[in-house]
């Protein structure tokens, strides 16, 4: 084979072999990108379900906290908060409930000692408290908690607008007695030396919430609870969170109307079947306070990330700039 023949041979044969390895090269390639196309999708599925799930945290509840109790059926709510959140004693907590004594004891048989527990861990107990028009007694204090589990009027009333109405007008009576009772934000002095820190944290106290547990199924979310607040202007939903009972070790919910065998349900079910949730209300001002802020904080944010970016690019032009120099 002359040289020349052999020297085409050779070239054909490259040519061959790149075309080959180009191939081979471009389908990696092409599978490359499926593969993380197909991992893009599958982190995106997992980022999703992880911010649809949400964190369930044990609630913010302490001694340092000044709680008001509105409407408590047999004190179990009482009790399990003296129980597993006041362990530094119960002297900031008040427990009312609707009932005269006698009759909260004809209806449920447990609340008797619910009482006393609660009594003896420094709580104070009162009856025959309207949520509607707090007595003198509840409103010489301030409060930092306000809570009222599953509020109902409890009217037997069949007909369910005139119901819808009897429930919003507890709940409208209820929120213009209860807002002015809340604390307002307040910092301890500042400490003289390090030992009287701890003093101070003591003295910090928060804006107030009022903290109102409803069933979410119909006829309860026909109450619109969120507007009722809202067409008040006094007080803004400061957000919702779902409520577990299981938070509350002893807590059993009650009816109204007490415990029927046969209608009502042991161990929390009738709450659990209707998906309960937490309503949050803080006063007005709070709230806009708050929005302020964030956005004040989300523009800072920006800011700073185009500060950041532009810095970047000034820092690119540069090496750019001396780069250029050296090719001179
Ligand atoms: C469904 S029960 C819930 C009881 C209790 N909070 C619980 O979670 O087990 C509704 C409660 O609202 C109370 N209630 C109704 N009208 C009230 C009012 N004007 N003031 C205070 N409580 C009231 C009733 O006495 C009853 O205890």
Not at 192 to 221: C, F, L, W
């Amino acid at each position: 084979m002359g040289r020349l023949k052999r020297k085409k041979l050779t070239n054909a044969l490259d040519r061959l072999l790149d075309k080959n390895a180009w191939k081979a090269e471009n389908e990696r390639r092409e599978k490359a990108l499926v593969d993380n196309l197909e991992k893009a999708k599958k982190n995106q599925v997992k980022s999703k379900k992880a911010s649809s799930e949400t964190v369930r945290t044990r609630p913010q509840l302490s001694s340092k906290d000044k709680i008001l109790l509105v409407g408590e059926g047999n004190f179990s709510f009482a009790r399990s908060l003296a129980e597993n959140y006041l362990e530094e004693g119960s002297e900031n907590l008040v427990a009312t409930c609707y009932d005269t004594e006698k009759v909260l004891y004809e209806k449920y048989e447990e609340a008797r000692e619910n009482v006393e527990f609660v009594r003896e861990f420094g709580g104070t107990v009162l009856f025959e408290v309207d949520a509607t028009d707090l007595s003198k007694e509840v409103k010489k204090n301030r409060y930092t908690k306000i809570i009222f589990n599953f509020p109902h009027a409890g009217a037997g009333i069949k007909d369910q607008d005139r119901n819808i109405v009897a429930n919003q007008k507890l709940l409208n009576g209820f929120f213009d007695s209860a807002a002015p009772l809340l604390t307002k934000a307040s910092k301890g002095e500042i400490p003289a030396n390090k030992s009287e820190s701890r003093q101070v944290e003591d003295d910090i106290v928060p804006d107030g919430e009022i903290h109102v547990t409803m069933k979410t199924i119909q006829p309860y979310n026909l109450w619109a609870i969120k507007s009722l607040v809202k067409a008040k202007g006094v007080l803004a939903v400061k957000g919702t969170s779902p409520f577990y009972p299981d938070d509350y070790p002893g807590y059993e919910h009650r009816r109204t109307l007490g415990f029927k065998e046969g209608l009502s349900k042991g161990a929390n079910a009738e709450i659990l079947s209707a998906s309960p949730k937490t309503y949050i209300f803080v006063k007005k001002e709070v709230m806009d306070k708050e929005n302020e802020n964030s956005i004040k904080g989300s523009l800072k944010r920006q800011l700073e990330q185009k500060k950041l970016k532009m810095g970047k690019k000034i820092k690119r032009k540069k090496v750019q700039h001396n780069q250029s120099d050296d090719d001179e």
